[in-house]
């Protein structure tokens, strides 16, 4: 006889603070406990629950009996010659994802992932050129904060080096709302890490009903994959855009910036060579965000295996910067780090066993309804 899998531990990981009080309260405990909870694990670095001292026997063996506090380790840290940092964590069927963080001078930032692989099939992303398997769960994305502030105090005897947090690694995390929205409110409560809402950043390639959700649901910055200024372009750079075109995805971001009373949405535009670096897309990306709450980053393009792709020339960059600013638009071209690790924007693949059976462009190839 074959006996039962035992049943799946709860993994209280990353939880927000409603979900844990409502768990607490269906075990018949005070609400307070979460807060408990997310003391020992955030502010102190515990998970074993039978070394919380404050619950009492029968709760802690409740919780060692059902539940789990369990990250993912990674396999390799690699960094890079201008201290970039890259985390390669393992998931299950022999996949990766990866982690980024980047130290500058008054702050340290980490770019995490939402998924295995991308959907969005971004042509001059590495990611989209992986497929996509699966979301992660709020567990498996609140896991790499974890993993990257553990090391990171190991190495430098300092607990304080992650200040930022971006969704900007792999995946788009708008495709994977719910998880991402929890994650959210852990990295901003009190009682998680209690990072600043304006240190968290979401950013996406234009899911305009999600966005829209978003700016109901929490308040943190904004940055929006645009990377072309007109939808003949944009279509074959970013394929949601032919589901949600740019005039769509504007209205949304200036409707989140007015309910979130942010001074800028941040607008992210690779710098592709003979492709989207003229002077009259410069003219007509101006048009588009000229007197409106907009930042611009100019990323030059990172190039990976594969990819036909290539960088613009840095007078072509100053060019069309240059044009930006002097139509009043904040305009900054982002200096590419850990590009020797393959960590830097837009290079972020790791191992992703592909089930999607039809990419995005594909399934838009013909014209909607």
Known sequence: MISPLPPELNNLLGSPIDDLSDFFEGIDQKKFRAKQLMSWVYDLGIYDFQLMTNFNNSLRDYLEENCTLSFDQPSTLEQSKDGTCKWLIPKDKSQVI???????????????????????DCPFCATGHQGFNRNLSTSEIIGQVLVAKQDLKK?????????????????????????????????NHPNGFNISRRRITVSTSG????????????????????????DALRDELVPINRKHPID???????????KQNLRTVTFEYTMLKGVNDSKSHALELAKLL????????????????????????????NEFRNILIESGIMTMTRKTRGDDIQAACGQLSGLVNNLAKKSLRQKLKRPLN
């Open 98 to 120: 990866e982690t980024v963080y980047i130290p500058e001078e008054n702050r340290g930032t980490l770019c995490i992932s939402s998924q295995i692989g991308c959907l969005i």
């Open 248 to 258: 769509e995805l504007l209205d949304a971001c200036w409707l989140y910036a007015k």
């Open 207 to 230: 899911l305009v009903p999600q966005l829209i959700k978003l700016s109901e649901q929490v308040n943190v910055a904004l940055a929006v994959s645009l990377h072309a200024p007109n």
């Open 290 to 317: 000229k007197n409106k709450p907009a930042k611009v980053n100019l990323i030059p393009f990172n190039s990976f295996p594969g990819v036909n792709y290539e960088c613009s020339t840095r007078d072509k960059i």
């Open 155 to 187: 190495r430098f005897k300092r607990d304080d080096l992650v200040t930022n947090v971006v969704f900007m690694g792999m995946g788009e995390p708008l495709a994977n709302y719910t998880e991402t929205i929890k994650a959210i409110k852990t990295l």
